[in-house]
């Protein structure tokens, strides 16, 4: 980011002192196209500016709280307090796999169901007809 761009962050980071802010327009720049709208800035770009800065600083280093030790110059405890209350202002979002569809029922299977359901069958029968006894 041009150092320009990021004093302009950091002095709207400043003028909204964490409230939620909306952006109504976007543009890019390289189609020459405005989106209007309102857009709610992603909760990273809702951090302060210096916890901008430390959560980079983190990735940079990979999650190594030494090397975050040695450019902060703070100490373990402290680089831990701080990643614990970012950690807590950030929505953690649980992607969870689509369940695995039920399997095909096997048509045999369905009619000893339906056979038990009738009465046609005692429990016993369809509990063997079902192990292929």
Do not use: C
Not at 20 to 44: D, K
Not at 108 to 121: N, T, Y
């Amino acid at each position: 980011m041009s150092d320009m761009k990021t004093q302009d962050w950091q002095a709207l980071s400043e003028l909204t002192r964490g409230r939620p802010i909306v952006v109504e327009r976007v543009r890019l720049i390289a189609q020459s196209v405005a989106i209007e709208g309102a857009f709610e800035l992603p909760r990273l770009a809702q951090l302060a500016a210096e916890d901008q800065v430390f959560v980079a600083a983190f990735v940079r280093s990979h999650g190594s709280i030494k090397e975050m030790e040695q450019v902060f110059g703070v100490s373990y405890p402290t680089i831990k307090a701080r990643l614990n209350r970012i950690a807590a202002s950030l929505e953690f979002v649980e992607i969870a796999p689509d369940p695995a569809p039920d399997p095909a029922p096997d048509p045999g299977r369905a009619q000893v169901l339906k056979r038990l359901a009738r009465g046609e069958i005692t429990a016993d029968q369809a509990v063997a007809e079902l192990e292929g006894r």
